[in-house]
C-alpha cells in the first residue's frame, strides 16, 4: 500500500476528529481531579420541610423538639437562648407531628423572649413565632401579640427586626381592634419603606398593601406624611421583587379610592401626602409608570399596565362625573328659562 493511499483527506480528518474527543476527555477529566469536592448549598427551612415530609420515610417523635422547649428558660446565657430559639423554628418546621402536639403555654413561653434585651434573641422568638403561625390552632393565638410584634418593628431600627417581624404580621390575620395602633404607628411604617434595606422594604410593602384594603385604614395611609424620594422606589434599577411589591401596593391603593364609600368624602391631604407624592397635580407617577413597561421582568411589566388602567379608570370615572354634572346644570338653567318663558307669555297675555 502506498503512502498517498493511506493519508487521504478522509483518513485525516477521522484522526483529527479522535484526537480532538481524547483532548477533550482528558481535559475533563483533569478538570475533575483539580476541582474543589461537591459541598452543596444549604436548604432553606422551608425547602427541608418539604423534603421531610415527601422522603417515604417513617414518622416518629423524637422528642426533640419538646426537649427543646423544656430547656428553654430565661436564666440561661444569650448564646443558648439563641441557639434553643432556632433549634425550635427548626424542629416545627421539620417536625410536624412533635410541632401539631405543642400547646398555648408553648407558645407563650417563645413569646416571653420577645421582652428580651438583646435583639437577637428577639429576632429568634420572632422566627420561632413565624413557624408556629404556619399550625392552624396557633394562628389565632400568635394574634395576641401584634401589638407586642408591631411595637418591637416600630421601636428599634434595626434591619433584621424588620424583616422578622414583618414576615410573622404578613402570615396573620389583623383583628379590627389593633387598627388605632395601626393608624398611630403608620408613619413608622413608612419611615421603613423610605430609608429600610431592600428586603426589609419588600416585606413593609407587602404589609401596607394588606392594610390598603381595610377602609378604616386607607385614609390614614393616604395621608401619611413621606418625602418626594419616595419616587426613587419607581426607578428601573430596583431590585425587581421591591418594584413589583411597590405596583402592587399602588393598585391597591388606586383600587380602594375608586370605591363609592371613598368617593363620597371629600378628603383632605396633606401636601407631603402619599396621596399628593402618588396622584398630586405634580406626580411623576404616570412617567415611572411608562418606564416600567419595558422592564426586563415580566412580572413587573404586567403590574406596571394594570396600575396603568386603574388611573385610567380614576380619569374616566371623574370625566363621566364631571359631564353627568355639566348636563344637570344645562337641564336646570333649560327648565329655568323655558318656566320663566311661560310666566311671562301668561303675563302678556292678561294685560
Known sequence: M?????????NVVTMAT????????AKTIM???KSPPYKPAPLPLARLAVAYQTANVPVWDSGELRGLLLSLSPRLDVYSKKMILHGITRCVYLLDKEASACTYDDILLVASFLDDQDMGIKIQALNALKAFSGIWKF????????????????????????????????????????????????PSLMDILQLGSPVAQVQVLKFLSMLAQKEALLYDIMNCQVQAELMN??????????LFEMLVFVERLSDRRLTPHYQSVNWQYNELSLHEILYGEDSHLSDCLLSLIIHPEEQVQIQACRVILKL????????AAASQTDSSLSNFLFDSAGNTTVAESRMTSEC
Open 2 to 10: 502506498k503512502y498517498s493511499d493511506v493519508v487521504t483527506v478522509k
Open 18 to 25: 479522535a484526537a480532538g474527543a481524547v483532548y477533550l476527555v
Open 31 to 33: 478538570a475533575g481531579i
Open 139 to 186: 394562628k389565632t393565638r400568635i394574634q395576641e401579640f401584634i401589638p407586642k410584634i408591631l411595637e418591637i418593628i416600630t421601636n428599634f431600627w434595626n434591619n433584621d427586626v424588620h424583616i422578622a417581624g414583618l414576615r410573622l404580621l404578613n402570615g396573620l390575620q389583623l383583628p379590627a381592634q389593633i387598627h388605632p395602633l395601626l393608624k398611630k404607628l403608620m
Open 233 to 242: 422606589l419607581f426607578q428601573p434599577s430596583q431590585p425587581g421583587n421591591l
Open 312 to 319: 385610567q379608570q380614576k380619569e374616566s370615572s371623574e370625566i
